[in-house]
C-alpha cells in the first residue's frame, strides 16, 4: 500500500494518477497481470467522489482477462435511501459481481491478513 489516504485524496485528480502509476508500476514488478482490488474504508458521503476519481484515472477499467473488484465497508449509508443511491453510484463504476460488501469487524482481519 502506497501512503495514499487523507480526508481530501478524493478531491485531488492528480492524488489518483499517481495511484494508477503506482499501481502500473506494482503490475509489473510483481506479475499482478492488472488484477487490482479496491478496499474502500470511508464516509458514505465520500463514496461518489472516490468512485468517480477511480473512474477517471481509469483505474475501474479491465483489460481482456483481467479484474476489478471493490470491497465496501459498512455502514454503507444512514438508512435504506441513502444504501440505495450509494450502491448505483458502486455498480456504476464496477459491476454488481465484483463489489463485496463487509462488516468493518468480520473483515478487518481477513483484510489485513491479504495485505
Known amino acids: 500500500m502506497s501512503g495514499f489516504h487523507g480526508q481530501d ?12 502509476d503506482v499501481v ?5 514488478q510483481r506479475g499482478t497481470a492488472g488484477n487490482h482490488t479496491f ?4 464516509p458514505p458521503r465520500d463514496f461518489p467522489l ?9 483505474l475501474s477499467q479491465v483489460g ?4 476489478r473488484r471493490v470491497v465496501v465497508e459498512k455502514p454503507f449509508g444512514s438508512d435504506l435511501q441513502t444504501a440505495k443511491e450509494l450502491n448505483e453510484v458502486v455498480e456504476r463504476v464496477f ?14 482481519e481477513t483484510v489485513q491478513n491479504l495485505l
Not at 485524496?9 to 494508477?20: E, I, Q, V
Not at 478496499?39 to 470511508?42: K, N, P
Not at 481482456?64 to 479484474?67: L, N, T, W
Not at 459491476?95 to 478487518?108: E, N
Request: charged share 30%.
Open 9 to 20: 485524496c478524493g478531491h485531488d485528480p492528480g492524488a489518483f494518477a499517481k495511484l494508477k
Open 39 to 42: 478496499y474502500l474504508s470511508m
Open 24 to 28: 502500473d508500476e506494482l503490475d509489473a
Open 95 to 108: 459491476p454488481p459481481d465484483s463489489v463485496f460488501r463487509i462488516d468493518h469487524y468480520l473483515g478487518k
Open 64 to 67: 481482456k482477462g483481467q479484474f
Open 50 to 58: 472516490v468512485l468517480d476519481q477511480l473512474e477517471k484515472a481509469g
